[in-house]
């Protein structure tokens, strides 16, 4: 095989793989699956027959999912976890070359989508490794006139927000394509998603597999104006998502409500884990710093991260180690936050920080 300059130049991206008792890295929904509800997946998937080939377009799921979102079925399509559809966007919506707008850190698929698609990425570092505003996306729009922008919101690693009306103001300011990523909003409830009628240059992604709880499903969306909406559903795979997904998705999107019980008692759960790690932070002054979160997951920056990193998955807690020196730890039952927390804190101090 010939072995081109882009495969040489693209890193090999592993997700964590580690067999830890305790995961916190992945910023999933760390409860069991209501029984009731598994009695519906379960019951959905036996009757779904297997030999025939899945719905192409996922209408049952699309309805399901915007019915929850008070959208029209036909502003909706669905992709194997919105992964794919960020594969997709990138990909059809623009032409080789074109230039696309993120920012450091952020979810790392938009550039390795983009960089698949051989588009010319701009990737413009947050101030002070965290802070992102309106007026810092429009600047760098100014700066840099991409044809498309792409951001999460909240932020998956940092965990800040902007409030939908700030969103609004980067929509206003420019003809760009605008791919805001709330795969975490359910968390900070003030999603743009009712308002996709009013912008012609917005999508927005979404997925089950982090409230809903479904993240071995596959399951995310892009929510758009249907004109938008039909040529992402051109160029997807006929047949994306599974009999399997699409059947046990429809039966968990019954059950909204128990999920929104969920991300409440999650939001509960984060704040307590900030509340315990801002007093660990004091502990170590200069050397730790958490910072505040809008998701399910909390961003903290630490000396000697890496290491720090290693010697709790060495006790089995498995989180997220970023380059420079932060971490990010999702939330997870009680006893799984305690347990990290009872770590990291005796670890700060057998390492003398
Ligand atoms: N966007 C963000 C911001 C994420 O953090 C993730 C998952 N880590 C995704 C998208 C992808 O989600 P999915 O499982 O739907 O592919």
Wanted: glycine fraction near 6%; hydrophobic fraction near 40%.
């Amino acid at each position: 095989m010939r072995i081109t300059e882009k495969m040489k130049s693209l890193k090999e991206y592993i997700p964590n793989v580690d067999d830890c008792k305790i995961k916190l890295d992945a910023n999933e929904n760390p409860f069991p699956m209501d029984e009731d509800i598994k009695k519906e997946v379960l019951s959905a998937v036996e009757k779904c027959g297997l030999s025939r080939y899945p719905d192409p377009m996922s209408k049952d799921v699309c309805e399901s999912y915007a019915k929850v979102m008070g959208v029209k079925e036909s502003q909706v399509v669905a992709g194997c976890g919105s992964d794919e559809l960020i594969g997709i966007i990138t990909g059809f919506l623009l032409n080789k070359g074109d230039r696309v707008l993120v920012f450091e850190p952020d979810f790392s698929m938009y550039a390795f989508y983009s960089f698949l698609h051989e588009l010319d990425i701009i990737s413009v570092p947050k101030e002070q490794g965290i802070a992102f505003d309106a007026d810092f996306v429009i600047k760098s729009i100014e700066r840099f006139d991409p044809k498309m922008v792409l951001f999460s919101n909240p932020c998956n690693p940092t965990g800040g927000a902007i409030k939908s009306e700030q969103v609004k103001k980067i929509l206003e300011r420019t003809q760009a394509m605008v791919v805001l990523d709330e795969a975490y909003m359910e968390f900070f409830g003030d999603s743009l998603v009712p308002d996709i009628n009013e912008y012609e240059n917005l999508i927005i992604l979404r997925t089950m597999s982090k409230a809903y709880g479904f993240a071995g499903g596959r399951v995310g969306f892009a929510a758009a104006r249907e004109e938008i909406i039909r040529e992402i559903k051109k160029a997807k795979s006929p047949f994306n998502l599974t009999k399997l997904s699409q059947a046990a998705a429809c039966a968990i999107l019954k059950h909204a409500n128990k999920y929104k019980a969920q991300v409440d008692a999650l939001t509960v759960l984060t704040r307590e884990t900030y509340a315990r790690l801002k007093e660990i932070e004091k502990k170590h002054p200069g050397k730790v710093t958490v910072f505040e979160s809008s998701a399910n997951f909390i961003y903290i920056k630490c000396a000697r991260s890496q290491e720090i990193f290693e010697k709790l998955r060495d006790m089995s807690i498995l989180i997220r180690a970023y380059p420079d020196g932060y971490l990010r730890v999702s939330t997870g039952l009680k006893e799984e936050n305690d347990a990290f927390l009872d770590a990291f804190d005796a670890i700060l101090k057998e390492t003398g920080l």
